[in-house]
T-cell receptor
């Protein structure tokens, strides 16, 4: 079964610190790697995504790093803020119309004030 | 903005009851998805549909069925609810050519007693 392994399961970071969440995948056919952010009581929402031909993508304080040879990618949240406290899911997919997302199990991030 | 609505935020049903969960999206998306979310297990795909009257099994379809009679509406049916179906159910939709970007509803917390 296709899998995306995500770690850690939970993370506590002080305000201003760097939050790092890691994911690893098995299927080399995956060609799109999105991250979703979920606040309590809400559905997940797309945060940032990367293709495997790019090693890094940055949007504001959020950066995805991608290592194709290791089949790993990670989310870095710089200058973490209490408002970033949420559950983060990495995912992988084939970028075609009929493909589905394979999600990691999620990381619950708490940024302490 | 894309809006995905789910018929109930909270639902309590008895074992053996037939349960309908409704989802409506307002952006003319071709693809629609049903997930369940459980602590430590992340998001697991139950069923998805890429067109009216079409349906495909996801990773955990057992005990569930779906219906898509209109493009904007996707229903999840629990034929005979069981206690192990107590969970958060999330509906999502996406454009056909960008299935990586899914828009989620707020979820339905179903408790089966």
């Amino acid at each position: 079964q296709q899998q995306v392994k995500q770690s850690p399961q939970s993370l506590i970071v002080q305000k201003g610190g760097i939050s790092i969440i890691n994911c690893a995948y098995e299927n080399t056919a995956f060609d799109y790697f999105p991250w979703y952010q979920q606040f309590p009581g809400k559905g997940p929402a797309l945060l940032i995504a990367i293709r495997p031909d790019v090693s890094e993508k940055k949007e504001g304080r959020f950066t995805i790093s991608f290592n194709k040879s290791a089949k790993q990618f990670s989310l870095h949240i710089m200058d973490s803020q209490p408002g970033d406290s949420a559950t983060y899911f990495c995912a992988a997919t084939l970028n075609s119309g009929y493909s589905t997302l394979t999600f990691g199990k999620g990381t619950m991030l708490l940024v302490s004030p | 903005d894309v809006k995905v609505t789910q018929s109930s935020r909270y639902l309590v049903k008895r074992t053996g009851e037939k349960v309908f969960l409704e989802c409506v999206q307002d952006m003319d998306h071709e693809n629609m998805f049903w997930y369940r979310q459980d602590p430590g297990l992340g998001l697991r795909l139950i069923y998805f549909s890429y067109d009216v009257k079409m349906k495909e099994k996801g990773d955990i379809p057992e005990g569930y069925s779906v219906s898509r009679e209109k493009k904007e509406r996707f229903s999840l049916i629990l034929e005979s609810a069981s206690t192990n179906q107590t969970s958060m159910y999330l509906c999502a939709s996406s454009i056909s050519w960008a299935s990586y970007e899914q828009y989620f509803g707020p979820g339905t917390r179903l408790t089966v007693t």
